[in-house]
């Protein structure tokens, strides 16, 4: 089974995006649906699709920061942040999230950047970044919580309805946290553990 990775076409665009939101129902990873194929306008960015038999069977998107910190987490210098990466269930094994990750480094070389940020709550890709030996640089939660009653009575005043507040905290913080306010845990609103992973080069 011959895999080619190129760059995404405009052509691509349908086809992107039923792959998208097919790797989308199987993972953990995204914390929204999109309905547009992102642009990345205003920066520098590397598109790329893995082709089987003339059909797209994984994507990844990296958009490069203009200024160091923009959105990584590291900011000694101006990295990569991966938006976007992943692969139909059905072409497990072939090797497909590597040959992605290795055609992003030479890419983002020849782009003149050093560093790729890969940040993920799905405990696969936990699992999948640690065993390529990329090296974990911070973790966070992601939750949603229960507004406290100060929080809703303040905008209330001011017409405005909460639903839930969508918030991060450091691990360390978290048992406080989950103590103090009243966390959404039923799927698909439960809390994960983020985990951001570096490659450099």
């Known amino acids: ?9 405009p052509e691509d665009e349908a086809e992107w995006m039923r792959v998208h ?7 953990h990873a995204w914390n929204y649906c999109i309905q547009e194929r992102p642009a ?9 699709v ?24 590291l900011k000694d210098s101006c990295g990569g942040y991966v938006l976007e990466f992943g692969r ?16 992003t480094v030479e890419d983002a070389k020849r782009k003149g950047f ?5 940040w993920t709550q799905d405990r696969k890709a936990q699992r999948y970044y640690a065993r390529l030996g990329m090296k974990e640089i911070g973790r966070h939660y992601r939750f949603r919580m229960r507004p406290p009653e100060e929080v809703k009575d303040q905008l209330g005043r001011t017409y405005i309805g909460i639903e839930y507040i969508y918030a991060a ?25 983020c985990i951001g992973y570096e490659v450099r080069f």
């Open 88 to 103: 139909l269930p059905d072409y497990a094994g072939q090797r497909i999230g590597k040959l992605l990750i290795d055609a």
């Open 169 to 193: 905290c450091l691990p360390e913080e978290w048992p406080l946290i989950k103590e103090k306010y009243d966390i959404i845990t039923k799927h698909p609103l439960e809390p994960h553990l």
């Open 1 to 9: 089974m011959a895999i080619e990775i190129r760059e995404y076409r």
């Open 21 to 27: 939101a097919v790797i989308m129902t199987i993972s």
């Open 50 to 73: 893995a082709v089987c038999d003339g059909k797209i069977v994984g994507l990844t998107d990296t958009q490069y920061e203009n200024e160091a910190g923009e959105f990584c987490f």
């Open 40 to 48: 990345y306008e205003g920066f520098v960015s590397t598109r790329l």
């Open 114 to 118: 050093h560093r790729l940020e890969y």
